[in-house]
């Protein structure tokens, strides 16, 4: 069974400025990950996804994120956030065989002018 | 933006109703997921379907969710008998495919906000 762990209930954050979103997972077998974005009301929008190869993965709107095995993280970074950025952040696993995504708590992000 | 259409947005109902809730998943997509999300963010994956047919499920022991994707209709999820706890955010997803590798991206509709008072 794949966990998935999401250190920050709420990051706050000023326009402009850099945020990173932590995530970590445990699973030993080889796994997916992903981010999605949900605003408030909306349903999840998808960000980016690690499947294989290059550890780093572009994603729209300007965000990335590593990938590092021996850390079991996929953390999530934008290099200068908007106001529209303002939602609640998930991350996401899968693996062979299962049952679609298992997400983590989210992560609400604040930005103010 | 999303093109998997769910409706209806918001749906009330007593304890004891049944509630319907339906999704159409973006075209070409075979592959149909519903899942719970209730207030403190926990997701709850409940079913999902290739084509008409189911791939996995919970167990749903008390069999009061039930669910389908006839052809060239709708998906839909029912609850036949709507209890408090069933009060969430239900949100149907669908992707290209959900193979043994698990790697497929899934694409959200907005989902159905389930009220049961």
């Known amino acids: 069974t794949q966990t998935v762990s999401q250190s920050d209930a709420h990051v706050t954050v000023f326009e402009g400025d850099s945020v990173e979103l932590r995530c970590n997972y445990s699973y030993g077998g080889s796994i997916y990950l992903s981010w999605y974005i949900q605003h408030h009301g909306r349903g999840l929008q998808f960000l980016l996804k690690y499947y294989s190869g290059n550890p780093v993965v572009q994603g729209v709107n300007g965000f990335e994120a590593e990938f590092s095995k021996s850390d079991s993280s996929f953390h999530l970074r934008k290099a200068s956030v908007h106001w529209s950025d303002s939602a609640v952040y998930f991350c996401a696993v899968s693996a062979i065989y299962a049952q679609g995504l298992t997400f983590g708590l989210g992560t609400r992000v604040s930005v103010f002018p | 933006n999303s093109k998997v259409i769910q409706t209806p947005r918001y749906l009330v109902k007593g304890q004891g109703q049944k509630a319907k809730m339906r999704c159409i998943p973006e075209k070409g997509h075979p592959v149909v997921f519903w899942y719970q999300q209730n207030k403190n963010n926990e997701f709850k994956f409940l079913i999902n379907?290739?084509?008409?047919?189911?791939?996995?499920q919970i167990d749903m022991t008390e069999k009061r969710f039930s669910a389908e994707c006839p052809s060239n209709s709708p998906c839909s999820l029912e609850i036949q008998s709507s209890e408090a706890g069933d009060s969430a955010l239900y949100l149907c997803?669908?992707?290209?495919?959900?193979?043994?590798?698990?790697?497929?991206?899934?694409?959200f509709g907005s989902g159905t906000r389930l009220t049961v008072l």
């Open positions: 997803a669908s992707s290209w495919d959900w193979g043994v590798s698990g790697a497929e991206t899934l694409y």
């Open positions: 379907f290739q084509n008409q047919e189911v791939l996995q």
